[in-house]
C-alpha cells in the first residue's frame, strides 16, 4: 500500500535551518509528484510547493521562495524539505503528500506530519 | 489567491444525525474545459495523516463509506454526512486546485454532541 513516512520532530533555534525527509513506498516513486504543505498552530493548511520527482522541477509559494528548497534521491523513493533561515512563525507541522494524478494539483495520500518548532 | 472559507467552525451532532460542512470560495472553480468543480475534502484526526475524501466536488474515494456526499458548484459547496458514526469525529477541509496556489479552508471541528 502507499505509504509517506516523514522524519521525526524538530526543535531548532531562530535563524537555523531544518530539513525534514519523506520516504515513500507502494508505488513507482517517480510517477507522482511530491508537494509539501505546513499547518501552523490554529492555522490552515499552506501549500509550500512541489517537487516533480521524476525531473527535479520545483516550484515554490511566493511567501517562502528564498528559503525553502526540496530534492530528491530517487534511489531511496525520499524526498527532502529544506528551509532556512528559520523564524518562529515557521513553528508548524510540515506535511508531503503525493500528487492524485498529473496536473490535478491535490494530494491522494499524505504523510503523518512533521512538528518544527522553532523556539530560543 | 483563491480564499477558501468554511461554515461552521465547530459542528456538534448527535449520533446517527445528519452533519453538513459548507465550504465557499472567493471565485468560481468550475472549469468549463471538462464541466468539473476543482474541490476537495479531506477529513483529519489528531496524530494521523490527512485522508482524502471527495475530489471532483462530489467523487467519493474508493473505500470512504457511502454516508459521506459532496454536492456544489461553482462558489458554494457542502460535505454532508448521512448519520454520524463515532469514527467521524475529526476537522474536515476542503481544498480549491482550481489555480495555483492550491488554498484550504480554515477547517471544521465534528464531534459528538
Known amino acids: 500500500q502507499v505509504q509517506l513516512v516523514q522524519s521525526g520532530a524538530e526543535v531548532k533555534k531562530p535563524g537555523a535551518s531544518v530539513k525534514v525527509s519523506c520516504r515513500t513506498s507502494g508505488y513507482s516513486f517517480t510517477d507522482h509528484t511530491l508537494y509539501w504543505v505546513r499547518q501552523a498552530p490554529g492555522q490552515r493548511p499552506e501549500w509550500m510547493g512541489w517537487?516533480?520527482?521524476?525531473?527535479?522541477?520545483?516550484k515554490y509559494s511566493q511567501s517562502l521562495q528564498g528559503r525553502v528548497t526540496f530534492t530528491r534521491d530517487t534511489s531511496a523513493s525520499t524526498v527532502y524539505m529544506e528551509l532556512s533561515s528559520l523564524q518562529s512563525e515557521d513553528t508548524a507541522t510540515y506535511y508531503c503528500?503525493?500528487?492524485?494524478?498529473?496536473?490535478?494539483?491535490?494530494?491522494?495520500?499524505w504523510g503523518q506530519g512533521t512538528l518544527v518548532t522553532v523556539s530560543s | 489567491d483563491i480564499v477558501m472559507t468554511q461554515s461552521p467552525d465547530s459542528l456538534p451532532v448527535s449520533l446517527g444525525e445528519r452533519a453538513t460542512i459548507n465550504c465557499k470560495s472567493s471565485q468560481s472553480i468550475f472549469h468549463t474545459s471538462n464541466n468539473e468543480n476543482s474541490l476537495a475534502w479531506f477529513q483529519h484526526k489528531p496524530g494521523q495523516a490527512p485522508k482524502l475524501l471527495i475530489s471532483w466536488a462530489s467523487t467519493r474515494e474508493p473505500g470512504v463509506p457511502d454516508r459521506f456526499s459532496g454536492s456544489g458548484s461553482g462558489t458554494d459547496f457542502t460535505l454532508t454526512i448521512s448519520s454520524l458514526q463515532p469514527e467521524d469525529v475529526a476537522v474536515y477541509y476542503c481544498?480549491?486546485?482550481?489555480?495555483?496556489?492550491?488554498?484550504f479552508g480554515q477547517g471544521t471541528r465534528l464531534d459528538i454532541k
Open positions: 481544498q480549491q486546485y482550481y489555480d495555483i496556489p492550491p488554498t
Open positions: 503528500a503525493r500528487e492524485f494524478r498529473s496536473g490535478w494539483f491535490f494530494p491522494d495520500y
Open positions: 517537487i516533480g520527482t521524476g525531473d527535479g522541477n520545483t
